[in-house]
Nanobody, 125 residues
């Protein structure tokens, strides 16, 4: 069964850093575009960052630009989200996702075919 498994979430103080990882169960995911989304309590799931299958193209939500960095290691089927200068408003469950094709852009959740179970990130003030 195809799986995406996130890890690295936790509790951190404002201004702190975390690194999320998303490991894929199959090597074929090396050819998938990958993304990170997040969902805070009472809010809709929102786009955070995305990276093309080759790693040559990245996208970021305005709210995280300059603070978050997405990267990937295709040899290990893993995508990372490095988060620095964290703010309380970054508190959410973070989900990784995989897309065969960004037919209508990288930022829409409907463009992604597989999802992880999520990892909680809590930023205290």
């Amino acid at each position: 069964q195809v799986q995406l498994v996130e890890s690295g979430g936790g509790l951190v103080q404002a201004g702190g850093s975390l690194r999320l990882s998303c490991a894929a169960s199959e090597h074929t995911f090396s050819y998938y575009h990958r993304g990170w989304f997040r969902q805070a309590p009472g809010k809709e799931r929102e786009f955070v960052a995305a990276i093309s299958w080759s790693g040559s193209t990245t996208y970021y939500a305005d709210s995280v630009k300059g603070r978050f960095t997405i990267s990937r290691d295709n040899a290990n089927n893993t995508v990372y989200l490095e988060m620095v200068s964290l703010k309380p408003e970054d508190t959410a469950v973070y989900y990784c996702a995989a897309s065969r094709s960004w037919r209508r852009g990288a930022m829409g959740a409907t463009q992604y075919d597989y999802w992880g179970q999520g990892t909680q990130v809590t930023v205290s003030s």
